[in-house]
């Protein structure tokens, strides 16, 4: 089969496009011809040897596959071939075939095409728990939502709304695509590259603040971000973009009763009760119209590398899916 490798770290140019096995699947995995790749920056870190677990030579990135079952395992009770299906895998992804446990697939319902079932797995999934497990976000509570019309934050914007949020706060470093925010439902747009941004945000709850926000850029946008927190509020970090870290004093917090918690997607799989039922929720939103998916480029499997240029510099809205 075609995938695509890297055999050290560095730029886009590192992915090649080459043959690998076929892998062979267990007596409980699944073999799935893939119909969809998502691409994430988890995937550009993996390359650049800058994720946060290793990245152990050769590799094959890419996390969020949704495709169709060919084979499977002898002791397999809940799937067949022909099936669709989506999953979110350690590694792997950027391939023809894939294997899968049968503990990680979601079936992908009739009304839901494989472009947008790819989109779930990890930025979904990720701005569900993010939301509700972790920010435990209340009905009529106000939401400030970084890069609100990238693949987390569009979904963000839309699931806090059907969470029931009473406000959502939406940043972005354009008009472009401070519109776009506005269009999936966002009820106040500030843009994060001026200077007082915070104070806008600030302004726009009254002085109050934010009760739940969502920051992955590190640096100065987790200091400001702070400021803009509520009493009782929660910052959830799921990222750090910039690279920078943030000097950050806990006995801060205190006065306000505030909260920062850490969240990373793998602690969730862990527990499939959370992650199955999330999967379950989220493809009824598709299916039912509540949640609209950007899809912001599509790419062959063999123009990988161009995928990730685009991506990291900023280029695109919404999910880019790889097609193999």
Not at 166 to 178: N, P, R
Not at 271 to 281: A, D, G, I
Request: a negative charge; charged letters at 20%; hydrophobic letters at 45%.
């Amino acid at each position: 089969m075609k995938a695509i490798q890297f055999e050290e770290y560095g730029g886009p140019e590192v992915l090649k496009y080459m043959d690998v096995e076929i892998p062979e699947i267990g007596d409980q995995e699944v073999l799935v011809s893939v119909k969809a790749i998502g691409v994430n920056y988890a995937d550009t870190a993996r390359r650049e040897g800058k994720y946060v677990v290793p990245t152990e030579l050769p590799f094959i990135p890419g996390a969020e596959i949704a495709g169709e079952i060919v084979a499977v395992g002898k002791n397999v009770t809940h799937f067949i071939p022909g099936m669709r299906i989506v999953s979110l895998i350690e590694s792997g992804a950027y391939a023809e075939f894939v294997k899968v446990h049968e503990m990680g697939l979601a079936l992908i319902p009739n009304g839901v095409d494989y472009n947008d079932a790819v989109a779930l797995p990890l930025q979904g999934q990720t701005a569900y728990h993010i939301l509700k497990t972790m920010g435990r976000l209340e009905k009529g509570e106000t939401v400030l939502v970084h890069a609100a019309a990238g693949g987390v934050g569009a979904i963000s914007v839309q699931l806090a709304k059907i969470f029931g949020a009473g406000k959502v706060i939406a940043t972005a470093s354009s008009d472009e695509k401070l519109a776009h925010a506005e269009k999936l439902g966002a009820d106040h747009l500030v843009n994060y590259t001026e200077e007082d941004w915070e104070q806008q945000v600030l302004q726009l709850t009254d002085g109050k603040g934010v009760d739940v926000a969502l920051e992955m850029v590190g640096g100065d946008i987790f200091d400001k971000t702070v400021t803009c927190l509520a009493p009782f509020g929660r910052l959830v970090i799921f990222g750090a973009a910039s690279g920078e870290q943030a000097q950050f004093y806990p006995a801060q917090l205190m006065r306000k009763n505030q909260s920062v918690i850490g969240f990373f997607l793998p602690q969730i799989v862990n527990k499939p009760e959370l992650y199955l039922k999330s999967f379950s929720e989220l493809l009824h939103y598709i299916d039912s119209g509540e949640l609209e998916l950007t899809i912001g480029g599509t790419y062959k499997l063999e123009d990988a590398a161009e995928a990730h240029r685009d991506l990291q510099g900023r280029k695109t809205m919404g999910k880019l899916v790889l097609i193999p």
